[in-house]
């Protein structure tokens, strides 16, 4: 992270999605998915995807501040994924589901806190919103074939079931924060 970019990691169900959205915010200069807030060195997707590693499903994102603020980046976040569901985001269940907010310092972590108490003030969500917010911790790059999973098969079922739907209602209810 250089003096113009900061990071922060955040878990909304499957990363496929979560970065297929992501790669299109203005301000965002990197997207990588990954897995974090675990207990294994190096765990490998099978491994995660027995809940049994501790990881969620996340993806790091390196932005620029002057561009977008962190807030944006979670309002964002809120939209396109699920936060009142525990250990789950649609069909995917697990404790590798979980959202979650895994922040690289502690003005992040308030800025995340205040986000998630005028969104459970604010009655949005007929259910208790359940993101965590945490450090981010024992972070490890998904393998090679996860990343950009949504721009080289955008015709995959999933993809078109589940990701493509969520990059449509970010780009009509964040219209402004598009890159062109």
Not at 102 to 119: F, G, H, I, N, W
Request: aromatic share 10%; hydrophobic share 35%; with cysteine.
């Amino acid at each position: 992270m250089s003096e113009d970019t900061q990071t922060i990691t955040l878990g909304g169900g499957c990363f496929w999605c979560t970065e297929a959205v992501y790669v299109n915010v203005k301000g965002v200069r990197d997207v990588e998915s990954g897995y974090s807030n675990g207990q294994v060195q190096q765990p490998t997707y099978e491994q995660v995807c027995t809940g049994r590693t501790g990881h969620a499903e996340v993806v790091k994102l390196v932005f620029d501040p002057a561009q977008i603020s962190l807030r944006e980046i979670l309002e964002i976040f809120f939209v396109i994924h699920d936060p009142t569901t525990l250990n789950a985001q649609g069909n995917d269940h697990g404790t590798q589901y979980r959202s979650g907010i895994y922040t690289s310092d502690p003005a992040q972590a308030e800025v995340a806190r205040a986000v998630l108490a005028e969104l459970g003030a604010s009655g949005v969500y007929s259910r208790p919103v359940v993101t965590e917010v945490q450090p981010v911790a024992n972070y490890w790059p998904a393998e090679d074939y996860h990343q950009d999973f949504f721009a080289r098969n955008p015709h995959q079922g999933y993809c078109l079931a589940v990701a493509a739907p969520k990059v449509a209602k970010f780009r009509k209810t964040f219209a402004r924060l598009v890159r062109s």
